[in-house]
């Protein structure tokens, strides 16, 4: 299956990208593959997506094989490929030599015995497909992952502290997992870890950096100039002040009026970034600092970052911006990770989703309400063994299965498992 396929299956349906830089159709979607590896080595957007100068999204330029050496402060060095690397007089490392003789010629020589055995490097097939591909959001926004580590067998691997690939079965991997998210072991997960290039408005940037645990390196509008790019809600997504909620909308506004808000959204950020551009014009008679001018911008322009996050983490932020009482632009964004969650580790996604998102914790005293109506059912003429019977039928296992009759039945010479 490859990756078009793949993620056709998950939900993620092909859009088309249009001359404004928007996507039209579809949501997140199939990206345009059209442009190819460049002469240089460096291979440009495959998707056509516009990347700020300052963040390296191309892949590594070409290994040259002649390159002159550098002086720098006394030293001599050259590219990798090119001959000596590091400073005159070290071991000659080059871009063809093998890894261990790489090591052998810095003084390290391997252990040898099985347990020390060569690991190939543990991988995803769905996520090397996907791999740089642009999954649109928003109207201007996407999200593209950059780069991985590890899959589902690195998590049971970690918890069994061994090494080696295969020791146990799909079956029991999959029950391994299970247990590791109900009984909250969360370091396991931690092992894992993903990167992503994402490009969104800034209002939803600052909810998003409230998720403190990921590594984070952001578009600088200090050092370069923001595109003239921003986000506009549809009118079906425009409502009132909920009533209920302090932080949260409620009923759509008449659609009249939604036009009317869209065009002043939009009056708004385009006099401001005229103005921005005016501040910054070198020619101009302002010449402003970038980082003064860009502080009159509007909140929906857009702005991109690196965001690197461990798998443990990446659930957490899930379980909130997935809800449906997140706001419903950083939703968009989660709900395509979440997708692409499903075809890097489906069956953490299946266990998260069992005992973490679906999920629900009772207090002392929800408990005591729970036990109470279960007491009730039992004397009204539900068996015990019934009881237990629903639960397997539910899907529980029979530890599972043991664990809800201590949690349901008060008195434990009740319980039956």
Not at 227 to 249: V, W
């Amino acid at each position: 299956m490859n990756e078009h396929a793949n993620f056709r299956g998950i939900g993620i349906n092909p859009a088309q990208k249009v001359d404004d830089g928007s996507y039209i159709g579809g949501g997140a979607c199939t990206p345009d593959l059209s442009n190819e590896v460049t002469d240089g080595g460096s291979v440009a957007p495959r998707n056509g997506l516009k990347s700020p100068s300052n963040l390296d999204v191309t892949a590594g330029a070409a290994q040259q094989t002649d390159a002159a050496p550098v002086v720098h402060d006394g030293a001599i060095f050259t590219p990798i490929g090119g001959g000596k690397v590091g400073r005159e007089g070290a071991p000659s490392i080059t871009g063809d030599m093998d890894g261990v003789t790489v090591m052998k010629n810095l003084g390290l020589t391997p252990i040898q015995g099985e347990k020390f055995a060569h690991q190939a490097r543990v991988s995803s097939p769905q996520m090397d497909d996907i791999l740089g591909l642009g999954w649109p959001v928003l109207d201007h926004g996407f999200v593209r992952v950059v780069d991985y580590m590890g899959n589902e067998g690195a998590i049971v691997q970690a918890a069994r502290v061994s090494y080696g690939i295969g020791t146990q079965s799909v079956y029991e991997d999959r029950g391994l997992l299970r247990y590791l998210m109900r009984h909250r072991h969360s370091s396991p997960f931690e092992m894992c870890e993903i990167k992503f290039h994402i490009k969104l408005p800034i209002f939803i940037a600052r909810q998003w950096i409230r998720h403190r645990m990921a590594s984070v390196n952001e578009y600088s509008a200090r050092y370069s100039i923001l595109a003239n790019e921003f986000y506009l809600p549809a009118p079906e997504h425009i409502a009132t002040q909920s009533k209920s909620n302090k932080q949260g909308r409620g009923e759509r506004v008449a659609p009249e009026v939604a036009l009317e808000v869209i065009d002043l959204l939009k009056a708004d950020a385009e006099r401001n970034y005229k103005n921005y551009e005016d501040m910054i014009n070198p020619e101009g008679d302002k010449q402003l600092a970038r980082e003064l001018a860009r502080i009159n911008l509007t909140l929906n322009t857009y702005t991109e970052w690196y965001w690197k996050i461990d798998l443990h983490n990446l659930l957490h932020f899930l379980r909130l911006r997935v809800d449906g009482h997140a706001q419903f632009e950083i939703r968009a964004y989660a709900e395509v990770i979440l997708k692409i969650l499903m075809a890097w580790a489906p069956n953490v996604h299946e266990a998260w989703e069992d005992y973490a998102f679906y999920a629900h914790t009772f207090s002392r005293q929800e408990m005591s309400v729970v036990r109470l109506i279960t007491e009730i059912a039992v004397n009204a003429g539900l068996t015990r063994p019934e009881v237990l019977d629903m639960a397997r039928e539910n899907g529980l296992s029979s530890r599972e299965v043991r664990i809800f009759a201590d949690a349901v039945f008060s008195d434990p010479k009740m319980v039956t498992a």
